[in-house]
């Protein structure tokens, strides 16, 4: 198997984990708040990625001279998840995805004024492009338009910021201190949080806890892996292949289907981040010096 293909067969992998932890957050969420469902979630997933560290190189790999940056990125981190958690109880799990999908849109907008980046007018082009799409989905003014859309659109710009974040001090600092801090961050605030939400859950509810928590660990290894086994380029657009999971997911388990606005939306904005990927890769490359 060639390493393209492991990363092509990884990032689908990880973004089905990906679905399938948003599924369960969505279940969840019809009886616990945001708040407990994250706290669960984090609460399992950070000795996990303590465990990954260790065997990917030991604890060491942990240690920070920037705990303020991690810090931030935690509560970044913890608005985001709060959002997303709480739009996908308000919206269809389709269209909650095609709205997210809009976050590679807002890291490139964030990135001028907060990196100081240049934006290549096909780039900016791309990025309108993928907005209408948005629009599309949305629908402002219209009877789909709902405070969940909106509060997937926070979910978005937060997400943003914390890649934008990631990008400007990653190179600094070991992957695992990053996704580690990032989530005790929101387990320690939701943990603060929680006895004012909180309810009881039912036995089979703890058992979504667990695997909401395996399965964001799950996909995050496996995108990590994507990543490191094939080119960007390459990986990110089967990023996109959530889109199928969250149809197939909304329709099997609360027989939801999106309609024809969200389709056509949702190739907008495929389209819009599948060519900055393409530009950024036609600019890496002939930036790359010749031998």
């Not at 099997?252 to 289907?257: A, N, V």
Request: hydrophobic letters at 55%; glycine letters at 8%.
């Amino acid at each position: 198997m060639t390493p393209s293909l492991k990363g092509i067969l990884c990032m689908c992998l990880g973004v089905l984990f990906l679905a399938l932890g948003d599924a369960v957050s969505k279940w969840l969420g019809a009886v616990h708040s945001p708040i407990q469902i994250i706290f669960f979630r984090t609460l399992v997933s950070l000795p996990l990625i303590a465990l990954l560290a260790y065997f990917g190189g030991g604890l060491r790999k942990l240690r920070t001279k920037r705990p303020g940056v991690h810090l931030l990125r935690g509560l970044i981190y913890t608005a985001t998840m709060v959002c997303f958690v709480w739009g996908l109880t308000l919206l269809p799990l389709a269209e909650a995805t095609a709205i997210a999908f809009v976050a590679p849109l807002f890291v490139t907008l964030l990135s001028v004024p907060l990196l100081g980046e240049r934006i290549d007018p096909p780039v900016l082009v791309a990025s309108l492009v993928g907005f209408v799409g948005v629009l599309i989905v949305v629908r402002p003014g219209g009877d789909a338009f709902q405070l969940g859309a909106m509060i997937m659109l926070a979910a978005a710009v937060f997400y943003a910021l914390m890649m934008v974040t990631a990008r400007r001090y990653g190179a600094n600092e070991h992957l695992w201190a990053m996704v580690f801090y990032m989530t005790a961050v929101p387990l320690v605030l939701t943990g603060l949080s929680l006895p004012w939400v909180w309810q009881t859950p039912h036995p089979w509810h703890w058992l979504g806890f667990a695997a909401s928590g395996v399965l964001g660990v799950g996909a995050t290894a496996f995108i990590t892996l994507a990543f490191r086994h094939a080119p960007t380029a390459i990986a990110a657009p089967f990023d996109y292949t959530a889109m199928l999971w969250a149809v197939l997911l909304g329709w099997w388990f609360w027989g939801e289907l999106p309609d024809v606005w969200v389709w056509v939306g949702s190739a907008l904005i495929m389209c819009s981040g599948l060519a900055i990927a393409y530009h950024d890769r036609r600019t890496t490359l002939k930036r790359r010096p010749t031998a």
